[in-house]
């Protein structure tokens, strides 16, 4: 999901250097969700990894 985020960034750079600026505002919207979704699964992730680590101690 990180690699997706990171490729609508691009376009999204690579759209507004060429001046199409709603193609460049959708992307960046598009790489904004994405990058939110996959902090929010990397964090619940490493909570529970956390917990399962305290439970095997």
Not at 22 to 31: N, P, R
């Amino acid at each position: 999901m990180l690699k997706w985020a990171i490729i609508f960034f691009v376009i999204s750079l690579i759209s507004g250097f060429f001046g199409f600026s709603g193609v460049s505002a959708a992307t960046a919207t598009i790489a904004r969700v994405l990058f939110a979704i996959f902090l929010i699964i990397f964090l619940v992730f490493l909570v529970l990894a956390v917990m399962a680590g305290n439970a095997v101690v």
